[in-house]
């Protein structure tokens, strides 16, 4: 069956790094792939879409990477500040349906001072 | 400013009582959802609804119903509570079409005692 990985549940940098997320799927190939940030106790919010034929996309800090090969995305947000401490989530259309979508279950993000 | 709007963000409910969580979205979608989250688990699909009276199952329904009598509004009802449904309800929408980004309410946080 279908299954979207997130490769930790947590991840500690350094303000000023790079923060790299993972989200890993197997058993499908999405024609696209978008991810989003969560606050706590609040709805998660979109941040950027990919599509398939597309290798990167980048908005303002953020970069995302599609890898339709080794079945993998990557989130890069460089520069990173405290504000961008959140949950981060994945999530792609499953087969067969256009209407909905399935996440991961994020990668919670802490950038330190 | 466009907005989906959860009627509840705190409940406290008794095991056996019935609950009506509600939502409702003002940018005229055609798609409606209902998402639990719980920690680990990430975000599951309830049931979701593509037009007015129409509804289809997600991955985990039992224990739910939903009602779309109307366009912008989307119930999810639990019949009968009981403890294992507290978790933190997340409602979204979005417009049929490829790609479309999802939009989610504030969340509704229902503890079941």
């Known amino acids: 069956s279908q299954k979207i990985e997130q490769n930790s549940e947590a991840l500690n940098i350094q303000e000023g790094k790079t923060a790299t997320l993972t989200c890993n799927y197997t058993n499908y190939s999405p024609a696209y792939l978008q991810w989003y940030r969560q606050d706590p106790g609040r709805g998660p919010v979109f941040l950027l879409l990919i599509r398939e034929n597309e290798k990167e996309k980048r908005k303002e800090r953020l970069k995302v990477t599609f890898d339709t090969t080794l079945k993998q995305s990557l989130f890069h947000i460089t520069a990173s500040q405290p504000a961008d401490s959140a949950t981060y989530l994945c999530?792609?259309?499953?087969?067969?349906?256009?209407?909905?979508?399935?996440f991961g279950s994020g990668t919670q993000l802490t950038v330190l001072p | 400013d466009v907005k989906v709007t959860q009627s509840s963000r705190y409940l406290v409910k008794r095991t056996g009582e019935k609950v009506f969580l509600e939502c409702v979205q003002d940018?005229?979608?055609?798609?409606m959802f209902w998402y639990r989250q719980d920690p680990g688990l990430g975000l599951r699909l309830i049931y979701f609804?593509?037009?007015?009276?129409?509804?289809e199952k997600g991955d985990i329904p039992e224990g739910y119903s939903v009602s779309r009598e109307k366009k912008e509004r989307f119930s999810l009802i639990l019949e009968s509570a009981s403890t294992n449904q507290t978790s933190m309800y997340l409602c979204?929408?979005?417009?049929?079409?490829?790609?479309?980004?999802?939009?989610f309410g504030e969340g509704s946080r229902l503890t079941v005692l």
């Open positions: 609804s593509y037009d007015v009276k129409m509804k």
């Open positions: 999530a792609l259309d499953p087969p067969g349906s256009a209407r909905q979508l399935t």
């Open positions: 979204a929408s979005r417009h049929t079409g490829f790609a479309g980004e999802l939009f």
């Open positions: 940018m005229d979608h055609e798609n």
